[in-house]
């Protein structure tokens, strides 16, 4: 599933022309011409460039959450355009990890095994875009970018209070693996480093050696609903599945137990990190 987060995309387009970015598009139209502003001057009263602001309006382009509210308030929209702004952010991601999407932005728990990349909550801004920007069919420039500043925004599940417990298996493999090059990699260890560190993050990493690995089917996601519900995330090749039934989440929640019991203990694992940053 790569790192629960779209990892696998191949598609060239994030569907901006479907759904809730033609209807805030057209609302967006809307206000504009009822104040009588040309795209040209609300561009510039927003910070945007007309041709920008044509997009978002044809609902080709995701609109950022601080455009969101600056428009509101430049058109007195009245709390209309903001009222879709969260719908509007789940725009970014790949359909097919918009349910995802969802249940990460409200879990207050989080369980992750990856062995392909290091997870979308984990990533450097270097390092996304290179994951990005490697996909095959390629994705145009404005489209990795704007999947960049989706997966950092993510991470602002960090800032909440309380923050969500996060626990991270990490193949060894995926920290050997220069994605963007050496320099990339080695910001990205720094930054799994630091973020180790959280008192609400645990990072284990599960050697190479191990005899045992008991997450060869693949990388996988559990999340921890508020209502004490837990869902499982499964995602490969564009083709993702959340699983609510209890006998499917049991399996899962069995695999992550052992692999945390295979895996060193979060200090080793940080310990590991720091020697392989101080090798590189």
């Known amino acids: 599933m790569g790192s629960a987060d779209g990892e696998t995309e191949a598609s060239g387009s994030p569907e ?11 609302q967006l139209k809307r206000f504009r ?4 502003l040309e795209r040209a001057e609300f561009g510039s009263r927003t910070g945007y460039s007309t041709s920008t602001i044509a997009a978002f309006e044809q609902g080709r382009r995701v609109p950022p959450p601080r455009f969101i509210d600056v428009a509101d308030e430049v058109l007195d929209a009245g709390g209309v355009l903001q009222e879709m702004k969260e719908e509007v952010a789940r725009a970014q991601y790949p359909a097919f990890f918009r349910d995802a999407a969802r249940l990460e932005a409200e879990a207050v728990a989080l369980l992750a095994y990856d062995a392909q990349v290091v ?11 290179a994951v990005f920007s490697m996909m095959r069919p390629p994705l145009e420039d404005g489209v990795i970018e704007q999947r960049v500043a989706a997966r950092l ?27 963007g090059g050496y320099d990339v990699l080695r910001g990205q260890l720094k930054q799994v480093l630091l973020m180790g560190q959280k008192r609400t993050v645990e990072i284990q990493v599960l050697p190479l050696g191990r005899e045992e690995n008991a997450g060869l089917a693949g990388p996988f996601t559990l999340f921890d609903t508020r209502e004490g519900r837990r869902v499982a995330y499964v995602e490969v090749q564009n083709v993702s599945q959340v699983h609510t039934e209890r006998f499917l989440v049991r399996g899962l929640e069995a695999k992550y137990g052992t ?7 979060p200090q080793e694992s940080l310990a590991y990190v720091e020697e392989l940053l101080r090798d590189s």
Do not use: K
């Open 16 to 26: 901006p022309g479907s759904g809730i970015l033609r209807v805030f598009g057209r």
């Open 33 to 36: 011409l009822r104040t009588g």
């Open 119 to 129: 997870n979308g909550l984990l990533q450097t801004e270097d390092y996304a875009r």
């Open 153 to 179: 925004a993510r991470q602002e599940i960090y800032t909440r209070c309380p923050a969500p417990l996060t626990t991270f298996v990490i193949d060894e493999s995926v920290l050997h693996r220069p994605i």
């Open 259 to 265: 692999l945390r019991a295979q895996a060193l203990t």
